[in-house]
């Protein structure tokens, strides 16, 4: 079956500042380069918020790097 999937992107008040609804196949998944490129927020950083509308479980993994070679992929955490 499918699942709703919204990312949603906060300013680091917690404002919402983009989001984007997308619909994946069950045990399906979805890549993006930069995130934040497609949310229009290439020059911006803060936290990004992955929900299930319906409750379906989930699982994402992030990798966040920079020009300087820095870099390295962070644990999600429940935002409640």
Request: proline residues 4%; charged residues 25%; glycine residues 8%.
């Amino acid at each position: 079956t499918e699942t709703q999937v919204v990312v949603t992107a906060r300013d680091l008040d917690g404002n919402k500042t983009a989001e984007r609804s997308l619909t994946l196949e069950a045990a399906g998944f979805v890549s993006y380069d930069d995130i934040r490129t497609v949310l229009n927020l290439s020059e911006s950083f803060g936290p990004l918020e992955i929900v299930s509308p319906t409750g379906n479980r989930l699982q994402a993994a992030s990798r966040v790097y920079g020009d300087e070679r820095t870099g390295g992929y962070f644990e999600a955490v429940p935002a409640e």
